[in-house]
């Protein structure tokens, strides 16, 4: 707890300082408005040891705010860092890399895709992804150049019963 309080000690050397920041560097003062990649963004995951993408995080980003429009995207992206797993401090005014996300799931058309919370992505062993539309209840499962592999509707809601034909 004390070292969390200051900028020194812990594993990693700088008490409770942030580690490493991606996807908004107009929060740390670090890029305009076209460096950023995030809107509502949640549900960060490491994909797992083993699986295609092992290493990399997904994030489900909800998109309000986001230019064009309002849409959810799936976004995977490699964090910057050193073999050792250390990550780098850029400058100040420099945003944290990568530049772009290396995958990133979008609906055609993007609108087409949207929850505004509740939701969530994991990859699977077979190299695609099960993305969770929570606020619909909505699962599918897409292939790597985004074709939908199946699709799920929950029949149930708090209010009423639903059907797959609703979809």
Known sequence: T???????GGRSGMGGDL???WGNP?????GGTAARKFYGQHDARWIEPGLPGAGH?????NGPGRPGGRYSTVDEFIPACDSAGNYARPAPGIPFGPTAQCWIY??????SFFSAAISGAHR???GNTIICEGDEGFF????HDSQVGWRYLNPQTDSLRLFQRDT
């Open 2 to 8: 004390e070292q969390a309080r200051g900028h020194s």
């Open 19 to 21: 580690l490493y920041r």
């Open 26 to 30: 107009q929060a740390y003062r670090a």
């Open 57 to 61: 995080l997904t994030v489900f980003n």
């Open 106 to 111: 979008a609906a055609t058309p993007p609108a």
């Open 124 to 126: 699977l062993p077979n």
């Open 140 to 143: 599918f499962e897409v292939t």
